[in-house]
């Protein structure tokens, strides 16, 4: 899994959080690192909820001593104008955090629309299947359950790739563990997702 690195080794990364970096985020995570080469002195990051990228904007803003605007496409217009004009007179990266590119965004303001359209603009995709099996690893240790050594390939298989099903899963059978003391087994994981409604989301493994 040379791929995946945890944690994301950047200056002043601490405070308790780790990214996991992969295929899926990969991009997103060299133009950050590269900020002091940006065309403009800003940048937006989109991506799933739960993927992360509020973390790697907090990690950024650490590294580059830059300022982040999270939810900016809900923000007021000439906030977002002022931040523009801000960080390009003072030389000081702004990443703006949203769900979609800001090509997408709803703008009244021309001056800022304008602006918006030059932005460089970075994705967080869902993840691939290293980043879910070390997402799945990591949110099954998180309660310090046991699990069964088989328990994340199986469920890499049958739940959906996305990162709000896999923390509300790996939550759900640690919940599972802790309340009957028990490993997490595959029979007992298939047992508690079935009952909560998450099974079946992809055709079963006739192997189990």
Request: proline letters at 7%; zero cysteines; hydrophobic letters at 45%.
């Amino acid at each position: 899994m040379s791929q995946i690195s945890l944690p994301f080794d950047w200056t002043g990364q601490g405070k308790g959080e780790d990214f996991l970096v992969s295929d899926a985020n990969r991009i997103a995570v060299r133009h950050l690192e590269n900020w002091r080469g940006w065309p403009l002195s800003v940048s937006a990051l989109t991506g799933p909820r739960l993927s992360g990228r509020s973390t790697l904007a907090r990690q950024f803003a650490r590294m580059s001593g830059g300022t982040i605007i999270d939810d900016a496409q809900g923000q007021d217009e000439h906030k977002l104008f002022h931040a523009w004009n801000e960080a390009q007179t003072q030389r000081r990266p702004l990443l703006m955090i949203g769900q979609a590119p800001p090509a997408q965004w709803t703008v009244a303001l021309p001056d800022l629309r304008s602006r918006l359209a030059a932005v460089p603009h970075v994705a967080i995709a869902e993840p691939d299947e290293a980043l879910a099996r070390a997402l799945i690893e990591r949110g099954l240790a998180a309660a310090g359950a046991n699990y069964a050594a088989d328990l994340p390939d199986w469920l890499i298989r049958r739940i959906e790739r996305s990162y709000a099903t896999i923390a509300a899963a790996t939550r759900l059978l640690d919940e599972a563990a802790l309340s009957s003391g028990r490993k997490i087994s595959v029979a007992m994981a298939k047992e508690a997702l079935h009952g909560a409604g998450f099974l079946p989301i992809l055709p079963p493994d006739p192997a189990h």
